[in-house]
């Protein structure tokens, strides 16, 4: 159980377009997700956090306007880099949990490319 | 403010050998709980071990296990009998206390053996 998937897994697009990545709760109703990015060979650093039905909580320095933050349903949310340019290529991780639940649990993670 | 300190950002170990990958911590929280996450090649993040704060023993998932020192703040994973599918990324990480949000360590890259 408590699985989560995102997609897609991996993606390129053109400088100045702008790319969503879906973040799915499979087996149950994530109350929260989060949003975090990776840089190669460094740690996971969030960029927000999601409840349903109410507008993401960014992270002090991650632009809200170009990172956009849908938490529509239980089981849904989304990120959606706008202009994204080269120096937004990156892996992003979401993960969700449900309430009172200690752990949060991982997607698989999206790999964004910039050309 | 809460901080997670991971030291050693390589290790080898030989296959079948015990390693120990260390992780200290800092929070003025009572109450707070410590993961490990292990992040292969591929990118997944995979839950191994949890300590809450409140745990009196230490916590033990088959291989691993978390030799946790509540007054040094330290969160140590020992892996015994060390795998070669073992080599990846080892994040420590602390959930933020009142929240659910992560703060991560900056990892350490493990690489066994043969």
């Known amino acids: 159980g408590a699985v989560v998937s995102q997609h897609p897994s991996w993606v390129i697009c053109k400088s100045g377009t702008s790319v969503k990545i879906e973040c799915r709760s499979l087996d149950f109703q994530a109350t929260t997700m989060f949003w975090y990015r990776q840089f190669p060979k460094q740690s996971l650093m969030l960029m927000a956090t999601s409840n349903e039905g109410s507008k993401a909580t960014y992270e002090q320095g991650v632009e809200k306007d170009k990172f956009l933050i849908n938490h529509a349903s239980l089981t849904l949310s989304t990120l959606t880099v706008t202009s994204a340019h080269p120096e937004d290529s990156s892996f992003y991780i979401c993960s969700a949990n449900w309430r009172d639940s200690y752990e949060q649990y991982f997607g698989p993670g999206t790999r964004l490319t910039v050309t | 403010a809460q901080k997670i300190t991971q030291t050693q950002p390589g290790m080898f170990v030989q296959e079948k050998e015990a390693v120990t990958l260390d992780c200290t911590y800092d929070?003025?929280?009572?109450?707070?709980?410590l993961f490990w996450y292990k992040q292969p090649s591929s990118g997944e993040m995979i839950f191994l071990i949890y300590?809450?704060?409140?745990?009196?023993q230490n916590a033990t998932e088959g291989r691993y296990s978390l030799n946790f020192q509540k007054a040094r703040k330290s969160a140590n994973l020992v892996i015994s009998a060390s795998q070669l599918g073992d080599s990846a990324m080892y994040f420590c990480a602390m959930r933020e206390a009142g929240t659910y949000k992560y703060i991560f360590g900056t990892g350490t890259r493990l690489k066994v053996l043969a």
């Open positions: 929070t003025s929280d009572p109450s707070y709980g």
């Open positions: 300590q809450g704060s409140y745990d009196q």
